[in-house]
């Protein structure tokens, strides 16, 4: 049976040229910092590309943990962990502005009923 596939994903490749190997690394508190080790489609290390690094960390709202991540421009991990509180403060900063922006953009929003049956205009007519 032949035809477009479920969820129109079309074909699902590997791109063996941009492959990374992911170590996680914890202080079991508050920082977690990923990184990423450029490989090769045979597993084994690829030196012409630089390892990325991730900062993650949680911020707690009232609806429950947030979880938050910065990319971290680093070369090795005792920069990233050095650049970890920074490029988390930036991105807390990141998150708190767009939600801002949300509340100011339901607080601006016009309600305006549909028509509703009972009389002229959408108004319900008492007596």
Not at 8 to 14: A, D, L, P
Not at 20 to 32: K, M, Q
Not at 53 to 65: K, L
């Amino acid at each position: 049976m032949s035809g477009p596939e479920p969820g129109g994903m079309g074909e699902i490749k590997v791109n063996a040229a941009n492959l990374y190997r992911e170590e996680t690394f914890s202080d079991l508190r508050v920082a977690t910092i990923r990184r990423l080790e450029p490989v090769k489609a045979d597993g084994s290390p690829d030196p012409s590309r630089e390892p990325l690094f991730f900062g993650q960390a949680q911020m707690m709202t009232q609806a429950g943990a947030l979880p938050i991540e910065a990319p971290l421009e680093a070369a090795t991990l005792e920069e990233a962990m050095a650049k970890f509180p920074d490029a988390i403060r930036e991105a807390v900063g990141e998150v708190v502005e767009h939600m801002r922006e949300l509340q100011r953009q339901a607080a601006s929003r016009i309600v305006v009923p549909s028509t509703m049956p009972g009389g002229p205009g959408g108004k319900i007519q008492l007596g």
